[in-house]
């Protein structure tokens, strides 16, 4: 009872005792939250639609896309620029891929896994021969099944090296990816064609189509260029450029260039090239004469291959023959009709194109080698070399004894398809063909079959056809020395120093730009985005330092920083910058330098119009306006409407004199027009009515070809052949974007 007592009379401390206890306990939980959330969001590379990713997932995505690369390049190992430049794709695919789905969820799309399978089932074999996989012997479903199975199996087998299981689970993480990316696609495509058919052509619009088509005129068009008129005669104002900026701002918008909202600095930079003295060319000179000797002297692929990694040659020696379009233009244009089998260049030469300094050997050349091959083949990979022998030599047996290829490979569990093998699959290096395995392919007589080993792998391998392009038959088999026009240290130290000496006596970013002409320097302007993955114009490589001090926190303004060496293998570049501005806003504004000289320009464009119209509307006539100071002789356009665009010889193609002679009557004169480079008067001078068939039929092929336009998310380019997104689909991916909130802070962390 006493300690009871004792307790009710400490009530009150007890009760705060417990208080700060619990305190302190919510307190440390609350603070060990706000770490841990600091701490993810210190881990959090974007965010798309409040959906955030993290570093460790990115890199992921962008391991996974490098093994793509690696399996459809055969490079090992990408420069960092190369890297940038996957890690860009990886982004713009995770935005893409978030954008769509969030869409598709909200309308209710999906892609089931019937759909895909359906399509797979059509489109499998195709798929298959274009990708890694064919290389492998996977060529349809059931294969492409039998290794997904086999796949857990034959990673773990006793004796499987690092390397081989590598490169099987590069080729199912292959698949896995062009898996994902067809389901992707095809949701996407689904929700383009929903989109699409927001879309309706009406009769108004098939009228006015017809209406714009109805009268082609004739015009007589005289016109003065802005050029005409000197820039100093007018005075243009901050608060004109201001007003101008405002009118124009919506084109300004970041998201339009870059995709999103992205930081970015403006700097001045300057980028020095570390160019090889004479004497450094000298010895190369030297070096590559003895290669060239050694060419000559070279008997023997194992020969020549030494010789060309002992030169440390950028080419390696592929080992066979190819066309001339497949060698390096600089060598190919130095191999005539005249050069003989065996000639050895002796004389280096220099191909500033690449710099590089190069000799060669024209081996041998041919015109016994086909361009394109059609085969069967029956592939056995297995772990057991003997085993993949003998089943080799059984079906070989059977196929001499006259049994079909087709039974024989299906109780062997295999399938021999048909296919083709063209020169243009293995003769490009990045394909880095094996030269023995080309040799016995492109080699083996038509009707025959052999077996061919490679690497422990037992192929049986039947030729069914040969074809030559006649156009193009020679083949030539050249051994290339090929390496680059390096500098010496000496010369790398006292570039360096000489930058080291003029940035010691310029120590500010306004002396350093405005002594630098005179010292042989140039400085220039540039904007940097977060975005971006290069600094330079022309962008320069290997520039990640560079890049990270321009978007560091701490960077001052108009300071200049140290000197970066930069700009690929031989790191050839010396680049100092300093940031002038830090533009974080959702527009371009006025400081950036070229965007101020853009909004000058067109300022001035409407100063020089009002002029011009002033001067054209107190001319007499049209003969007075065609003397007026600048102006070029009349030109007479032709079967002008509505619809096609007037070219205005010497000037431009102006859509807005289109229009004037359009709306203008025969024998009247419209002046004053202002177009995009000047200011125009007119006179129409004929008119002719096109009798344009407006029946169902044709009203119908207007509506279809006026839906066609608003309907393609693509469009070919019929000159280059290059598919660009239409200006639709742009707009609207632009504002899912926009609505989507991305958050892009990959420039923090790479």
Same mark, same amino acid.
């Given at each position: 009872?006493?300690?009871?007592?004792?307790?009710?009379?400490?009530?009150?401390?007890?009760?705060?005792?417990?208080?700060?206890?619990?305190?302190?306990?919510?307190?440390?939980?609350?603070?060990?939250?706000?770490?841990?959330? &600091?701490?993810?969001?210190?881990?959090?590379?974007?965010?798309?639609?409040?959906?955030?990713?993290?570093?460790?997932?990115?890199?992921?995505?962008?391991?996974?896309?490098?093994?793509?690369?690696?399996?459809?390049?055969?490079?090992?190992?990408?420069?960092?620029?190369?890297?940038?430049?996957?890690?860009?794709?990886?982004?713009?695919?995770?935005?893409?891929?978030?954008?769509?789905?969030?869409?598709?969820?909200?309308?209710?799309?999906?892609?089931?896994?019937?759909?895909?399978?359906?399509?797979?089932?059509?489109? !499998?074999?195709?798929?298959?021969?274009?990708?890694? *996989?064919?290389?492998?012997?996977?060529?349809?479903?059931?294969? *492409?099944?039998?290794?997904?199975?086999?796949?857990?199996?034959?990673?773990?087998?006793?004796?499987?090296?690092?390397?081989?299981?590598?490169?099987?689970?590069?080729?199912?993480?292959?698949?896995?990816?062009?898996?994902?990316?067809?389901?992707?696609?095809?949701?996407?495509?689904?929700?383009?064609?929903?989109?699409?058919?927001?879309?309706?052509?009406?009769?108004?619009?098939?009228?006015?189509?017809?209406?714009?088509?109805?009268?082609? &005129? +004739?015009?007589?068009?005289?016109?003065?260029?802005?050029?005409?008129?000197?820039?100093?005669?007018?005075?243009?104002?901050?608060?004109?450029?201001?007003?101008?900026?405002?009118?124009? &701002?919506?084109?300004?918008?970041?998201?339009?260039?870059?995709?999103?909202?992205?930081?970015?600095?403006?700097?001045?930079?300057?980028?020095?090239?570390?160019?090889?003295?004479?004497? +450094? !060319?000298?010895?190369?000179?030297?070096?590559?004469?003895?290669?060239?000797?050694?060419?000559?002297?070279?008997?023997?692929?194992?020969?020549?291959?030494?010789?060309?990694?002992?030169?440390?040659?950028?080419?390696?020696?592929?080992?066979?023959?190819?066309?001339?379009?497949?060698?390096?233009?600089?060598?190919?244009?130095?191999?005539?009709?005249?050069?003989?089998?065996?000639?050895?260049?002796?004389?280096?030469?220099?191909?500033?194109? +690449?710099?590089?300094?190069?000799?060669?050997?024209?081996?041998?050349?041919?015109?016994?080698?086909?361009?394109?091959?059609?085969?069967?083949?029956?592939?056995?990979?297995?772990?057991?070399?003997?085993?993949?022998?003998?089943?080799?030599?059984?079906?070989?047996?059977?196929?001499?004894?006259? *049994?079909?290829?087709?039974?024989?490979?299906?109780?062997?569990?295999?399938?021999?398809?048909?296919?083709?093998?063209?020169?243009?699959?293995?003769?490009?290096?990045?394909?880095?063909?094996?030269?023995?395995?080309?040799?016995?392919?492109?080699?083996?007589?038509?009707?025959?079959?052999?077996?061919?080993?490679?690497?422990?792998?037992?192929?049986?391998?039947?030729?069914?056809?040969?074809?030559?392009?006649?156009?193009?038959?020679?083949?030539?088999?050249?051994?290339?020395?090929?390496?680059?026009?390096?500098?010496?240290?000496?010369?790398?130290?006292?570039?360096?120093?000489?930058?080291?000496?003029?940035?010691?006596?310029?120590?500010?970013?306004?002396?350093?730009?405005?002594?630098?002409?005179?010292?042989?320097?140039?400085?220039?302007?540039?904007?940097?985005?977060?975005?971006?993955?290069?600094?330079?114009?022309?962008?320069?490589?290997?520039?990640?330092?560079?890049?990270?001090?321009?978007?560091?926190?701490?960077?001052?303004?108009?300071?200049?920083?140290?000197?970066?060496?930069?700009?690929?293998?031989?790191?050839?570049?010396?680049?100092?910058?300093?940031?002038?501005?830090?533009?974080?806003?959702?527009?371009?504004?006025?400081?950036?330098?070229?965007?101020?000289?853009?909004?000058?320009?067109?300022?001035?464009?409407?100063?020089?119009?009002?002029?011009?119209?002033?001067?054209?509307?107190?001319?007499?006539?049209?003969?007075? !306006?065609?003397?007026?100071?600048?102006?070029?002789?009349?030109?007479?356009?032709?079967?002008?409407?509505?619809?096609?665009?007037?070219?205005?010889?010497?000037?431009?193609?102006?859509?807005?004199?289109?229009?004037?002679?359009?709306?203008?009557?025969?024998?009247?004169?419209?002046?004053?027009?202002?177009?995009?480079?000047?200011?125009?008067?007119?006179?129409? !001078?004929?008119?002719?009515?096109?009798?344009?068939?407006?029946?169902?039929?044709?009203?119908?092929?207007?509506?279809?070809?006026?839906?066609?336009?608003?309907?393609?998310?693509?469009?070919?380019?019929?000159?280059?052949?290059?598919?660009?997104?239409?200006?639709?689909?742009?707009?609207?991916?632009?504002?899912?974007?926009?609505?989507?909130?991305?958050?892009?802070?990959?420039?923090?962390?790479?």
């Amino acid at each position: 009872m006493a300690t009871l007592q004792k307790l009710r009379s400490k009530s009150a401390m007890l009760i705060l005792f417990v208080g700060l206890a619990l305190f302190a306990f919510i307190a440390e939980e609350f603070v060990r939250s706000l770490s841990s959330g &600091k701490a993810e969001s210190s881990q959090r590379i974007g965010k798309v639609n409040g959906k955030s990713i993290s570093n460790q997932e990115f890199n992921s995505m962008v391991r996974e896309l490098e093994n793509v690369y690696r399996l459809q390049s055969g490079k090992d190992n990408f420069t960092e620029d190369e890297h940038a430049q996957i890690r860009e794709e990886a982004w713009n695919e995770y935005v893409e891929s978030q954008l769509i789905q969030q869409e598709a969820e909200e309308l209710g799309l999906m892609v089931t896994d019937n759909e895909l399978q359906e399509f797979l089932s059509t489109n !499998i074999t195709a798929l298959l021969r274009q990708s890694p *996989l064919a290389m492998v012997g996977i060529t349809d479903m059931a294969a *492409l099944q039998k290794f997904l199975t086999d796949y857990p199996t034959m990673v773990s087998q006793p004796g499987m090296s690092n390397e081989q299981a590598s490169y099987l689970t590069m080729l199912h993480d292959y698949w896995l990816s062009t898996e994902r990316r067809l389901r992707d696609n095809m949701l996407k495509e689904k929700y383009e064609s929903l989109y699409a058919s927001l879309f309706i052509s009406n009769p108004v619009a098939v009228q006015a189509d017809f209406d714009a088509r109805a009268t082609d &005129k +004739d015009a007589v068009v005289v016109g003065v260029p802005y050029t005409a008129l000197n820039d100093d005669e007018f005075e243009v104002t901050d608060a004109e450029l201001q007003a101008k900026y405002n009118e124009l &701002k919506p084109l300004f918008s970041k998201d339009l260039r870059y995709g999103s909202a992205a930081a970015t600095r403006d700097i001045k930079f300057l980028d020095v090239r570390i160019e090889p003295s004479k004497a +450094d !060319i000298d010895e190369q000179m030297a070096y590559l004469r003895e290669a060239a000797q050694q060419l000559a002297d070279s008997a023997g692929t194992a020969d020549v291959q030494s010789v060309l990694a002992a030169n440390q040659s950028r080419l390696t020696y592929q080992g066979f023959p190819v066309k001339k379009s497949s060698l390096p233009a600089d060598v190919a244009q130095r191999i005539t009709d005249e050069t003989p089998d065996g000639y050895t260049l002796m004389e280096p030469y220099i191909n500033q194109n +690449d710099t590089t300094i190069n000799v060669f050997k024209l081996i041998s050349r041919t015109t016994a080698i086909p361009d394109s091959i059609q085969y069967r083949m029956v592939r056995f990979a297995s772990q057991d070399a003997a085993d993949n022998r003998q089943k080799a030599d059984s079906i070989l047996a059977l196929l001499n004894g006259g *049994l079909p290829f087709d039974s024989i490979a299906k109780d062997f569990g295999s399938v021999a398809d048909t296919t083709w093998l063209t020169s243009a699959m293995y003769e490009p290096r990045r394909a880095q063909a094996d030269p023995q395995l080309v040799k016995q392919m492109t080699t083996q007589a038509t009707g025959t079959t052999q077996i061919i080993e490679a690497n422990g792998v037992c192929i049986v391998f039947r030729v069914l056809d040969r074809r030559f392009n006649q156009n193009d038959r020679e083949k030539f088999d050249v051994a290339i020395v090929k390496v680059p026009l390096k500098f010496s240290q000496e010369t790398e130290k006292a570039t360096k120093t000489k930058l080291s000496q003029y940035m010691a006596k310029n120590l500010n970013i306004e002396d350093f730009e405005k002594n630098a002409v005179q010292n042989g320097y140039m400085v220039q302007t540039l904007t940097v985005a977060s975005t971006d993955i290069t600094v330079g114009r022309p962008a320069v490589a290997q520039t990640r330092d560079i890049f990270h001090w321009i978007f560091d926190k701490d960077t001052q303004l108009n300071t200049l920083s140290d000197i970066y060496t930069c700009g690929g293998k031989d790191y050839d570049h010396l680049v100092v910058a300093a940031v002038t501005s830090v533009n974080d806003t959702e527009y371009f504004t006025l400081d950036d330098e070229e965007l101020r000289t853009y909004v000058k320009e067109q300022v001035l464009i409407d100063k020089k119009a009002t002029k011009l119209q002033e001067q054209m509307n107190g001319a007499a006539n049209f003969a007075a !306006i065609a003397q007026l100071q600048g102006a070029i002789a009349p030109d007479t356009v032709r079967n002008v409407n509505f619809t096609v665009d007037a070219n205005v010889a010497r000037i431009a193609t102006e859509p807005a004199v289109s229009a004037a002679i359009a709306r203008t009557a025969k024998g009247q004169t419209a002046k004053g027009i202002k177009g995009n480079a000047g200011v125009y008067a007119l006179t129409v !001078i004929n008119e002719t009515s096109n009798e344009i068939a407006q029946d169902d039929a044709a009203k119908q092929g207007v509506a279809n070809r006026l839906f066609g336009m608003y309907q393609q998310p693509y469009q070919m380019n019929p000159y280059t052949g290059q598919r660009s997104q239409s200006q639709y689909y742009q707009r609207l991916y632009l504002n899912l974007r926009r609505n989507a909130g991305v958050e892009d802070n990959r420039y923090i962390f790479y």
